[in-house]
């Protein structure tokens, strides 16, 4: 270290001036006030200048330079950081200083690092167009990387990649450009799911934004909120809230000068979306609810007054939340209320509005039949499932998911809600779904699951794994008789506590599926997906 | 025409052509029907379309005839009819009705020539009850110079088997009557199972004469294939999640559904196969496994 000291000096020097605008920006931001052009092209200029100063001076100390790019990274971190951002920093900065060989020669010449820098440019460009997420380390994101652009790959979306560090600084990239805070893991993962985000409730992202918040919307910062505490859970609920949200949005906006209201609101509504995705990952009813928008915003023309087009999507969002959910739960009761007889059990899981709804219409309509309905730790959802059909007046049994297979030979018929449907036939929903869908096909009890087609996705999944939510570990510490066994878990090293959202069902445990298109196998799925694309 | 004339005129049908299915028949008398209606508006018409229908299910319940009515109404009425005069509507729609009685008069044909090629030279084939579309197969088997026994079963209680080993006796083609009991004694001798169906619904399973369900679990245990063949027209929207869920119009007679009190004392005639049991459907619509059922239902109906 000796040697280098007289550099490190240097270094350190040559970085406060750099800092000290730097740290202007950074308070800017921190107000929360949106960043002009300028001084986000500024911001860009300097962190070039970082990266340059970085290679040319080799060796200067990691840590320096680490806390800098921390710090230019996540411009308001509260101090309460936990380890593991920390941690995200330093394999970042290793790959960015275990860069190729060539920069390793101190002191080159201007001209020569003109051109090495020119190079870098072509490359770095020929890179990103060929770029290719998930696989992509230290090195490809280099100069040296050779772009593999022959086949375009599909890209991995962010969610599904934590444990991958150059997608982290992607993603902490673009938060950033979008002046929406980043949010930090919390607690030690399982390692299957490492790939997944885990986040705490305690620590919500609006914590980190200032009152008023000029970038984000107010409303979206509530449902924001709303969806990071739990307070909005299920499908449709979360969906419809979205839309809520998205019309106030619209009603609030004010087309800026010399831009199209067709082009600047979509952009306008990428770090809002952001925002919830780290608030809560986005589920797939979301996703569609959020294209429609899109589509609908960029078909406005390009002559319609403003007024005139913010009312015609506002009746756009209300007629989707009409005919998808409202006018789509009425059909689906109507096909159900054909399965169900007189004298049927009727097995419920957890609280899906569309069965409650059907269950509730059905015993309007007179049927005779009974409920039990089972419900699972730590949600423990059923019991306003059980509420709310009580209320009705619906004779209802309540057990644990633990007590499935003593009670499934009463059970005639299984409803089960989704909360997506892949393009392969497999139904992602809550977890524990799967488990009762594998015993009741042991027990040659059929198994109806109702969804509606505003939930069916593209997407192909075969297992749990691949892409699931993990909630707040601490959800799972419970108190009994005075004592809370798990209340340290963080301190033995090699305990870690998983609570998964989300499982996937097989096809082959599925019976039927009722949807407001009408009832359809399983594997039919493909098909409405088929038609409906082609209806748009 | 009044609802008597229809029913008789249905009836006159099946005596003159005993080799026609009932679906075909009813499709006749409906159209039939159509021409001679006089109604004034499209609605009246529909509605007096539906009301034959209903009328044309109680004498005959078989599902085949549900399903064909309500395809056959489909089909007519799924052309534009902006036409102002009501008579050129009514053309158009019975131009429409000749088609589709066209095309399914000759779907029978095109099953069997589908189907016979996976009879193989030797073979042994078992088959349930009396089946015209199974006989055309058979039929056409033969004709290609293939050497096959077949087995039927006796398919009680009202003994059609025998009446289908009557007629492939006079094809030529060396038949064995088993008892209904004897399917699972006789399974492992077989290479593979063809039946017929009363009607085909949506999740791909078949709704047939009672004993096929019996057959296909045997065959399911015997890794034996297990074929069903028909025609298009049986397609029909109901879904049932077990025996039970089948509707009780089609698990019985008519004249029994009408004069019976207490149905829990009778005997269906029909029983529900469900898809996992079943390798192959043969339909004028080509080759479909059971999920590709659901396809196609949701392009007729949709």
Redesign the interface.
């Known amino acids: 270290m000796a040697d280098s000291d007289g550099r490190q000096v240097v270094s350190i020097n040559h970085s406060t001036e750099e800092d000290v605008k730097l740290q202007e920006v950074v308070q800017a931001k921190c107000e929360g006030k949106e960043l002009t052009k300028e001084e986000k092209q500024r911001l860009r200029k300097e962190k070039k200048q970082h990266k340059k100063n970085k290679k040319d001076d080799r060796g200067p100390p990691e840590k320096e330079k680490e806390k800098e790019k921390a710090s230019v990274l996540a411009p308001s971190k509260p101090a309460t950081q936990s380890p593991a951002h920390k941690a995200a920093p330093v394999p970042v900065n290793a790959s960015a200083s275990e860069s190729p060989v060539a920069a390793e020669k101190p002191a080159k010449s201007k001209a020569e690092q003109r051109a090495e820098r020119r190079a870098r440019q072509d490359t770095e460009r020929a890179s990103k167009q060929g770029k290719k997420e998930g696989g992509q380390q230290s090195a490809s994101s280099k100069p040296k990387a050779t772009p593999n652009e022959l086949q375009p790959v599909k890209r991995l979306p962010e969610h599904i990649q934590v444990d991958d560090p150059a997608a982290l600084k992607k993603l902490a990239k673009k938060l950033e450009r979008q002046q929406v805070p980043l949010r930090s893991d919390y607690g030690y993962k399982v390692s299957l799911f490492s790939h997944l985000h885990q986040y705490s409730r305690k620590n919500p992202p609006t914590q980190q934004i200032s009152i008023p918040a000029t970038v984000i919307h107010p409303s979206i910062v509530r449902l924001g909120l709303q969806y990071s505490q739990g307070i909005i859970a299920g499908s449709n609920a979360r969906s419809v809230a979205l839309l809520h949200a998205f019309k106030q949005v619209i009603q609030d906006y004010s087309t800026p000068p010399n831009e199209e209201l067709s082009r600047d609101l979509v952009n306008k509504l990428s770090p809002y979306i952001s925002f919830l995705s780290q608030c809560r990952p986005l589920s797939a009813s979301m996703g569609n609810a959020i294209k429609y928008i899109k589509k609908e915003i960029s078909n406005i023309p390009s002559q319609c007054k403003e007024e005139e087009a913010k009312r015609r999507l506002q009746e756009c969002i209300d007629s989707y939340i009409n005919e998808k959910i409202i006018l789509a739960s009425e059909a689906i009761s109507k096909y159900a209320i054909e399965?169900i007889?007189d004298g049927d059990v009727i097995l419920v899981y957890g609280c899906s509005s569309l069965v409650n709804h059907i269950l509730c219409e059905a015993f309007e309509k007179q049927r005779k039949f009974r409920v039990i309905v089972v419900d699972s730790r730590p949600r423990l959802e059923g019991r306003e499932a059980l509420r709310r059909l009580v209320k009705k007046g619906i004779r209802c049994t309540y057990v644990l998911i633990s007590a499935l297979s003593y009670i499934l030979p009463e059970v005639s018929?299984v409803f089960l809600g989704a909360h997506a449907l892949l393009a392969n036939g497999y139904v992602m929903s809550r977890v524990g779904t799967s488990q009762i869908a594998l015993v009741a096909k042991a027990y040659n009890v059929?198994v109806?699951v109702c969804c509606e087609t505003y939930k069916f996705c593209e997407r192909v999944q075969t297992d749990s794994f691949e892409s699931n939510e993990l909630d707040d570990p601490d959800d799972l510490i419970v108190t009994r008789n005075g004592k809370t066994h798990l209340e340290n878990w963080q301190t033995v090293k090699s305990l870690g506590l998983l609570n998964l959202v989300y499982d996937v069902t097989p096809p082959d445990f599925v019976?039927?599926v009722i949807t407001d298109?009408?009832?359809?196998?399983c594997?039919?799925v493909p098909?409405?997906l088929r038609?409906k694309n082609v209806d748009q | 025409m009044n609802k008597n004339n229809l029913v008789e005129y249905f009836r006159a049908q099946i005596r003159e052509d005993p080799d026609v299915a009932s679906a075909v028949a009813a499709i006749r008398s409906l159209l039939e029907f159509l021409k001679r209606d006089q109604s004034e508006t499209i609605l009246g018409l529909r509605e007096n379309m539906t009301k034959a229908i209903h009328r044309l299910e109680e004498t005959d319940s078989s599902v085949a005839v549900s399903s064909g009515g309500e395809l056959f109404l489909r089909f007519i009425s799924l052309t534009s009819l902006e036409h102002p005069d009501l008579s050129q509507c009514k053309n158009v729609m019975i131009e429409r009705g000749e088609l589709f009685l066209k095309k399914i008069s000759l779907s029978r044909g095109k099953v069997g020539k589908l189907c016979h090629t996976f009879i193989k030279d030797g073979a042994k084939i078992l088959t349930h009850s009396s089946s015209r579309v199974v006989l055309k197969v058979l039929e056409n088997a033969a004709a290609d110079n293939k050497r096959f026994t077949v087995y039927v079963t006796e398919s009680q209680p009202d003994s059609a088997g025998k009446h289908m080993a009557q007629k492939l006796g006079k094809l030529n083609i060396p038949v064995m009557v088993v008892l209904d009991a004897a399917v699972g004694y006789i399974m492992e001798k077989v290479d593979l199972v063809i039946v017929g169906a009363e009607g085909v619904v949506?999740?791909?399973g078949v709704i047939n004469k009672i004993g096929t369900y019996q057959m296909a679990v045997c065959s399911k245990a015997h890794n034996k294939p297990f074929y069903v063949v028909s025609e298009s027209f049986k397609f029909v929207?109901l879904?049932p999640?077990?025996q039970?869920?089948v509707p009780d119009r089609f698990k019985y007679k008519a004249d029994i559904l009408k004069t019976v009190k207490d149905l829990n004392q009778e005997h269906p005639m029909i029983d529900y196969t469900p898809?996992s049991l079943i390798t192959l459907l043969f339909t004028d619509l080509g080759v479909l496994t059971p999920?590709a059922v659901?396809?196609e239902l949701?392009k007729l109906y949709?």
């Open positions: 399965k007889s018929k059929p109806l019976d039927l298109l009408g009832m359809i196998p594997t039919s098909v409405v038609v | 949506e999740s791909g929207r879904y999640l077990n039970q869920d898809p999920s659901s396809d949701i949709l």
